[in-house]
């Protein structure tokens, strides 16, 4: 039986729905413990009856042989632990299994055996387990990855516990443990985040965090989650003290601000599913709408008819929700000056936003070299393909004419061509250079930045992928450096992020791309 079966016999008939998760969890544990029902080794939602019984060690030991996945691997083993009086030999293979692993040339699988024998050896108490790593030894290791590699391995290590615990071992024995830090702070999904934000707060690293708030709000369309997560925290007032910068009245109706500026580009960002739609909504409407209601309060007449033109253009808002927050302003804020000559709706001059869903930013000079390899592969490359399947289908046994093979691959890479051609012709909107603001990065500008750390200045211009050319230091708006850029005004700091590493710019210059200039 599937657990969808279960959920839909059990979920509103015996127990509200509301309760599932939560009822469901303390079942599996009672299920674990039963000899003759369990899950399927190979398909973890189906729960089988077994004729002979088997025993929790028995099945941990066949799901962990079954699984290749590290990570899940890792989560049997650590389930095992947490069941150590019913998983005895289980555990006795797993411990054997990752003290072969601490043998491992890659540092990832060195470092979570490590961290998993280390665990096992604090569970059971006074077993003695073999090694063949000491923390020493651990230590050297990671004194000897650079900052990025540090930053990847915690990407790498699915199970929070040993997250943590590699934590631990960053802060001990890394170089540099508060750039390291910094850069997990920046991991999704959130697991670890909360656990490194804790500890950063209570060693006094204020400095270091306000850091990281104020880049997590300018990379709030790179990294949402993080957002989410930051924005939440600050706004709930789950951080809180004399330390905190964005703790104050003008500051938090900024954050909120961002918040609303965050929903219309979630539309693209998550195009599947709504976990973090439903967690910015949250946000502002938890606890009956307590933010919401702070920010309506203390928000003078241009900030909440912005607030409200920013959620009017969110496309997965009901006209009820629209119409819930237009009757709670009134019900706040009676005086609130809704001027009829002014035009409501905040000006949306993202290009991005108004990018249809597939659809491919570029210039005329570059749609018409795609239309000429469009051209060339249907009129040229396709009729002497065809002549040369011709003549060799003229020279008799095909079988084994290497020639005839050859042209028929050939037709068929041609014909991909084209028809993969023909779709991102049909896919392309042209931007328009001639309507291009300046006030801020954007798609169709040239930036001109500063890197903070070298003082190097150099200039970037933001179009299509069709377009980017590094030579001439173009680059396409879906490039992690663009990202970075879009939306930043002259005087801001931009902040790359490439596995780890950061490299800050400040805006110089600011001005519209020119294809004239790129001519010359």
Known sequence: MLTADIKSEVSGKFLPVAEWSKWWNKAKNIIKKEPNIGFDPKKKDELVYREKAISLSEELSEKFAHQTD????????????????????????????????????????????????????????????????????????????????????????????????????????????????????????IKVNKYVFSILEEEGKFDLLNSFIKSAGTRAKETPEVFIWVAKSILTKVWEGEWLLSSKQEERLELILKVFRMFKPLTKIEDKGTKLKNACKDILHGNDDEILREAIHAGNSEYIRKLYALYKEVPYFTDLEKERLYSLIVELKPDVAWEEDEDEDEEDDDILTRIPEGAILVTRRALNRKKEEFEHLLNVEMPENSKDIGEAQERGDLRENAEYKAAMEKQVQLQAAIKRLEAEIKSAIILDLTNVKTDKINIGVTAKLKNESTGEVVAYSILGAWDADTEKHIISYQSPLAKSLLGKKTGDSAVLNLTGAETRYTVLDISRFSLQSQEN
Do not use: C, W
């Open 70 to 189: 590290a990570n899940k691997k890792l989560d049997i083993a650590m389930e095992a632990l947490d069941n150590r009086e019913d998983a005895e030999g289980a555990i006795e293979a797993f411990n054997h299994f990752y003290y072969e692993e601490e043998e491992a040339a890659d540092p990832v699988r060195k470092i979570v055996a490590f961290l998993y024998l280390q665990t096992a050896s604090e569970e059971l108490g006074d077993e003695e387990i073999p090694r063949h790593l000491n923390e020493s030894k651990i230590a050297e290791l990671i004194k000897s990855l650079p900052v990025s590699s540090l930053i990847e391995v915690s990407t790498k290590i699915g199970n929070a516990e040993i997250k943590k615990g590699y934590v631990n071992l960053v802060r001990k024995h890394a170089h540099n443990p508060e750039e390291v830090l910094t850069g997990i702070l920046f991991e999704v999904p």
